[in-house]
């Protein structure tokens, strides 16, 4: 099967007024860079054509696919995996692209969405599921990135969780967070309200002494003063 393949063109100008000129124009500033490479290459990609890409080829947001840069002297033709896309964020204006140029052979680190399947046993008890992670660290072959990494939850039950270690990950994938790390909690309603209160929450009993210190230090003031 033929890889995807994206149009971009080599940019000229730098800065932040040439940038926003750019997106007014409907391109988006981007960079080409890899540890082969002896110095990043600026580019600017169409935002349209980007957009279509993208919605023709969704697997390209973690496979590898082909860049044909066009520059004063042609075009060239370089393997890429993407590495990062930045959003504005109060409007979601796309800002700026990342592409990674990979080396058939060697390995890359990469992102890959967590897609969490089913609906938890504790959920159905009244539990909440509590997300800690939506994505994971890995190292592979370009061509072994996997498109997500899927997590079944229909087991767990008000109380478990599930860290990094429990996940089912392909062989030739390392995972480089820590193995001990939460990726998710089943926890019920009650104790939720109180991990987000936790710092904030004063009993009644706390009030009272407080009141009752206070009051005694007014009247220290007062026997002192007379």
Do not use: W
């Not at 080409?32 to 947001?61: C, D, N, T």
């Not at 796309?94 to 959920?123: C, M, N, W």
């Not at 990950?169 to 939460?182: N, S, T």
Request: net charge neutral; hydrophobic share 35%; charged share 40%.
């Amino acid at each position: 099967m033929e890889e995807p393949r994206l149009k971009v063109r080599v940019r000229y100008k730098k800065g932040k007024g040439y940038a926003r000129k750019l997106r007014r124009k409907g391109f988006v500033p981007a960079i080409l860079y890899g540890h082969r490479l002896k110095e990043s290459i600026p580019l600017e990609v169409e935002l349209k054509e980007f957009r279509k890409f993208l919605s023709l080829h969704p697997e390209a947001r973690e496979k590898v696919f082909v860049l044909e840069v066009a520059d004063q002297k042609g075009e060239s033709k370089r393997e890429v995996i993407l590495k990062d896309i930045q959003y504005e964020p109060l409007k979601g204006i796309l800002q700026h692209i990342d592409f990674y140029e990979i080396t058939r052979g060697e390995k890359v680190t990469t992102f890959v969405p967590l897609s969490f399947v089913g609906e938890a046993k504790g959920v159905k008890k009244g539990g909440v599921v509590e997300y800690l992670r939506r994505e994971l660290e890995v190292e592979c072959l370009p061509q072994d990135i996997p498109s997500t990494i899927e997590v079944d939850i229909t087991s767990l039950d008000v109380g478990d969780h599930l860290n990094v270690k429990d996940l089912k990950v392909p062989p030739k994938v390392r995972v480089l967070a820590h193995p001990e790390e939460r990726v998710l909690s089943v926890v019920s309603p009650v104790r939720k309200e109180e991990i987000e209160e936790e710092g904030v929450k004063v009993s009644p009993e706390e009030v009272e002494v407080v009141g009752r210190k206070k009051e005694k230090e007014e009247t220290s003031k007062e026997e002192s003063s007379d």
